[in-house]
Every structure is written in structure tokens, then in C-alpha cells.
């Protein structure tokens, strides 16, 4: 039992990062440390971290940083400061804004750590001001994580102070639904269904999506594409299914992604970018046959296990999810050899363990 004081910062998040801190929360409470987590009431309304045995301090943590932010570092230091009434040893903050905000609210003997998960996708000046405060960030932190290798590589050009690796394990999900209950929730019957899970947010490139939907009513039975998640892009993204015409459903936020795998066909990520994406990985688990695009940290995360497209690539999108609704073997084969790469990735215990690792490295308990 370490009994350490670990304050976990994160910002918005409807999915992966929340999912992630979540998990982290849960297994350190686990191991005898006390968390505290710091992030918008809204994260603990949608991950429960008091129900895993966590503190909560609401802090107004934007996602892009904003003039509003200052308020989320008041309250954040004061978070901070109080757990316990001996402040903390570690403070791991998970994104740009939340480590912006634990670099100004850490005490002063608390050790910082902060994970990178996403890229910044940004041009001229934008990218030169968001490279600017990222090396802020990277050189103030004593140690910068980074959830793939490109995130690694990135880090190192900000000139870190201490640039490490360390995936993300995306917790097991398990089907509880049952058999048939998604498809007659959508009443498809026996048409393909094909299922993407993520924020609507430009990042995402769900236009494309919607496109290749469109050209894919002249099969037979057609499919019917499926979109869980929400985000700032809806009434546009609704707009656009409506005018194309193709058979696309915003299901909104869901709990039960597990189900929703159990009952597709492929699998599909549209992103411009992605680290080690957690649907992703949902997928392969699930031994679903996975179509991504050939971006960030997927291609090293799938290896062979999956058909891999440019971004945007309209074209090499339609053709991979035509081969695979028509041909069976090829299907079955990407389903056995999913199953076979996600057997190889650190599960939920060793990334625990590698951040035990670290938290002693850097506190010496």
C-alpha cells in the first residue's frame, strides 16, 4: 500500500482522456493511494470518480486555452493545495489546458507529470502560438508522456525536460445487451452495420464518412452507418446526412459500446489524426474487422491487423468497406488477426504498474 497523494487534472472530455483518468483513478485507489481528481463537474457526472473511491474538485478547465481559464487555475490550486490539508506529491494533468492549469496551480513540492494524448492540428500563426505554449508546457513539467510515437517524437522537438513514452490501455468492455437488442433498437434487420465511436468534432472527418455513405446505397442489402458520440458538429453533421441522403445515425452519447461492437459488421475511424486511439483498440478487442485511416499512433497500434487508408481518401474508403461486406474470409481473417493483435498490448495492471513506477521514480514512495 503506497499511500500517496495523486491529483489527476483533466480537461472536456465525452470519451478517451475521461475514460482513461477514470480507469488510473480507480486502479490507484486500489493500490492504497489517495486521488484526487480536477477537471469541469461535468467529467464527474459522465465518469463517476467519486464512485470509484476518488475526491472530485470542480475546475472550469476549457478545452482550447481561453481567457477563462485563469478562474480553472484558481480553482485548481486551491484544489491542490487543500487535499488533505498537506497538498499533494504528484499532479499528472491529461491534455494541453489541464497541464497549462496544474503547471499554475502545483504546490511547490509536488512533482508534475503531464500526458499528451492529442496533437494540436493547427497552421500559421495558430501553430505558431500553440507551439509556443506547448514548450511551456513541456519544459516545465518533470516529466512529459506521450500516448504514441509520434507524440513522442513531437515532444522531443519542444525540447522536453523529460520526454517518455507510455501508452494507454483502453479497459475491457463487455457485451451485457441482448443478442439483437442494437439492431432492433435501429431496425436494420440483417443489413451491415457500420459502427464509429468519437466526438462530432472536425478532427474526426465524419464528412468523409457521410460521403462514402452516401455512394453505398447501390448495395444490396445497404448498409447503415452508425455514429456514436456528440460533440459541437451535430446539427451541421445532421444537415449534411440529410442533404446526401445516406443512411447515417447520430445515436448521441452511449454507454454501451460494447454492445454496439458486438452488434457490428466493420468498424470505421474517419480521424485526421489519432494517438492511441481507445476505440480502436475497443475494436480490435472485440475482434471486429477495423477500416482507419493510416495516421498517428494507428498504424503502429494495429500492425497488419486492419485496413489502413489515407486521410481523406474517399476513394480507398469506399473500396475497403466494399471488399470486406463482399467478401467473408477476408472479413473473418481481419477478425481472427484483431483478436490476435490486441492479445499483445499492455492491459490496464501494466500501465498501472508503469505509472507506480514513475510516481516512486519521482517521490521516492
Excluded at 468498424?267 to 478487442?285: C, D, G, I, K, P
Excluded at 495516421?295 to 473500396?319: C, N, Q, R, Y
Amino acid at each position: 500500500m503506497s499511500h500517496r497523494r495523486i491529483a489527476l487534472v483533466l480537461g472536456p472530455s465525452i470519451g478517451g482522456i475521461g475514460t482513461h483518468v477514470a480507469s488510473v483513478a480507480s486502479g490507484l485507489v486500489e493500490r492504497g493511494d489517495s486521488v484526487l481528481v480536477v477537471g469541469p463537474p461535468e467529467t464527474e457526472e459522465r465518469f463517476g470518480f467519486r464512485a470509484r473511491g476518488a475526491r472530485f474538485a470542480p475546475a472550469p478547465i476549457t478545452a482550447k486555452p481561453s481567457p477563462e481559464l485563469p478562474l480553472a487555475w484558481w480553482a485548481a490550486r486551491s484544489a491542490l493545495h487543500g487535499i488533505t490539508g498537506r497538498g499533494v506529491d504528484v499532479v499528472h494533468a491529461h491534455g494541453l489546458t489541464a497541464g497549462l492549469t496544474a503547471l499554475a496551480a502545483r504546490p511547490s513540492n509536488a512533482a508534475l507529470v503531464c500526458t499528451w494524448h492529442n496533437q494540436l492540428i493547427t497552421s500559421g500563426v495558430k501553430r505558431k502560438v500553440s507551439d509556443q505554449i506547448e514548450k511551456r508546457l513541456a519544459r516545465g513539467v518533470d516529466v512529459a508522456l506521450a500516448a504514441s510515437t509520434d507524440l513522442h517524437e513531437h515532444l522531443i522537438s519542444l525540447s522536453a525536460s523529460d520526454a517518455r513514452m507510455a501508452p494507454v490501455a483502453a479497459p475491457p468492455r463487455r457485451s451485457e445487451g441482448e443478442p439483437g437488442a442494437v439492431r432492433a433498437e435501429l431496425g436494420i434487420g440483417d443489413r451491415p452495420l457500420l459502427l464509429s465511436v468519437g466526438r462530432l468534432h472536425p478532427q474526426k472527418d465524419y464528412d468523409t464518412l457521410i460521403a462514402a455513405a452516401a455512394g453505398w446505397k447501390d448495395l444490396h442489402p445497404e448498409p447503415v452507418v452508425a455514429i456514436a458520440g456528440d460533440g459541437p458538429e451535430r446539427e451541421r453533421l445532421q444537415g449534411l446526412i440529410d442533404a446526401t441522403g445516406a443512411d447515417v445515425r447520430l445515436l448521441g452519447y452511449r454507454t454501451d459500446v460494447a454492445d454496439l461492437l458486438a452488434a457490428a459488421d466493420i468498424a470505421l475511424v474517419t480521424s485526421q489524426w489519432e494517438a492511441r486511439q481507445l476505440f480502436a483498440q475497443e475494436v480490435l478487442q472485440a475482434g471486429v474487422p477495423l477500416v482507419a485511416t493510416r495516421t498517428g499512433g494507428i498504424p503502429e497500434l494495429v500492425e497488419g491487423a486492419s485496413i489502413l487508408f489515407d486521410v481523406g481518401d474517399l476513394k480507398a474508403l469506399d473500396s475497403a468497406v466494399r471488399g470486406l461486406l463482399t467478401d467473408p474470409d477476408r472479413s473473418a481473417a481481419l477478425s481472427t488477426a484483431a483478436l490476435e493483435r490486441a492479445a499483445t498490448w499492455p492491459d490496464e495492471e501494466q500501465m498501472l504498474d508503469s505509472l507506480d513506477a514513475l510516481y516512486l521514480e519521482l517521490t521516492g514512495r
